[in-house]
Structure formats: C-alpha cells, structure tokens
C-alpha cells in the first residue's frame, strides 16, 4: 500500500542554522508532493510544493529536493528562526485525489 | 486566518454519544474535504463533498456521516463514539475538485476528546 514516512519523529536546531528534514514515500507512481507546517492549535499550513518532473524547487528560506530514484523528499529550511518551530508533514499524491500525509516530525528551534 | 472555520475548537463528551462538527469552507471555495488526525498518525482523509455532493470516501467509518448543505458548509456526525474515535478532525476547503492542487486551505480542527 501507499505509505508516507519521515525519518526523524523531532529535530532540535539551533536558531540560525539550517534544518533538513527527510521524508520517504512509497509510491513510485507520486507525481506531486507538498511539505505542510503545523503549529500547535493550527490546521496544516502549505509551505512549498513540487512536481515528480522536478528534483529541486525554492522558495523563500525554503527548499524541496526530490530523489525519485530512492523515493525521497526533503525540506531544507535556511537560518532557522524561532518561528519555525512547528510539526512539519510531508504528503504525497497519487491517483486521483489520493493525497498521504506522513506522520509528521516535530522541528524545535533552540534560541 | 485560513478563512476555513470549524467550530467548536474543542468538544469533550462520553463513549456512546453522538457529536457534530462543523466547517464553514473559505469564500468562493467548493469543495469541502474532512479529515481525521490521531496521536503518531498522519492526517487521515474522510470524505470529500464538492458542491453539495460527496465526490470521494476515504477511511470513514460506517458509524460517521458527513453532509454538505446548499450554503456550503459541511458537517461531520459522529455516533457511537469510542475512546479510539478522540483525535483532530480538520476540514479543508478549495475551489475545485484537486485538493492540494487546487492549494486547499485548512481549519484550524476541532479536538474531540471521547471520555
């Protein structure tokens, strides 16, 4: 079956620095996947999206690489900031409308 | 503001009982999704209404129903509740039918604790 998974469950980084988070998919069949951000007490926010055609998308502080090769994803996010503490999910899409949320992995930033 | 509205934020309520959730979608947006979001788990997609009518069925189970009324808010019944049923429940809205590719916008959810 279709499976989303992130690697690490929490991140610590240290404000200013760079965060990388890792996600693994299952579907080789994927052809778009989007990186959501999650603060406490809020529905998931879109942060950056990328199609299967693509390997690398930018945006501001944010980047997606994409290895279809090894089915992997990840967000790199540049100088990282207090504010950026949150759950950070990727999801995948499939078929038609089947879009798979991974677990999440929870980013703190330590000041 | 997401301009996806659910209410109420928090419900508690006991094993047995019957509760509905509410989403009123962002303006102008035609398609309602619901989801369901349990503790170390991923969101889990429900069901999908656009425009009045359901338009895609995830993992719901028979003990949930879901309607979407003419002025386009959704509602999400849930009965014969169990301890398992306690989780998030997030709706989100978008224009069209695509979901995330149509950048559909979440609520902020409704914390339903089953005690």
């Known amino acids: 079956g279709e499976s989303v998974g992130l690697h690490l469950p929490t991140l610590s980084v240290q404000e200013g620095d760079n965060s990388i988070i890792n996600c693994a998919y299952s579907?080789?069949?994927?052809?778009?996947f989007i990186w959501y951000k999650q603060e406490s007490g809020k529905g998931p926010q879109f942060i950056i999206d990328i199609r299967s055609n693509m390997d690398k998308r930018q945006g501001q502080r944010v980047t997606v690489l994409l290895n279809k090769t090894v089915k992997h994803l990840s967000l790199q996010i540049a100088a990282t900031q207090p504010g950026d503490s949150a759950v950070y999910f990727c999801a995948s899409k499939g078929g038609y409308q089947k879009v798979t949320f991974g677990t999440g992995t929870k980013l703190q930033v330590i000041p | 503001d997401s301009g996806v509205t659910q209410t109420p934020k928090h419900l508690i309520t006991a094993t047995g009982q019957r509760v509905t959730l509410r989403c009123s979608p962002r303006?102008?947006?035609?398609?309602v999704y619901w989801y369901q979001q349990s503790l170390d788990q991923g969101l889990q997609f429900l069901i999908q209404?656009?425009?009045?009518?359901?338009?895609a069925k995830g993992n719901i189970l028979e003990r949930f129903s879901a309607q979407q009324f003419p002025d386009l808010h959704s509602e999400l019944n849930l009965s014969s509740l169990e301890l398992g049923d306690s989780a998030l429940y997030f709706c989100a809205s978008s224009v069209g039918l695509r979901g995330p590719l149509d950048g559909y916008t979440f609520g902020s959810g409704t914390r339903l604790t089953v005690v």
């Open positions: 209404y656009y425009n009045g009518e359901e338009r």
């Open positions: 579907n080789s069949a994927s052809d778009y």
């Open positions: 303006s102008g947006d035609l398609s």
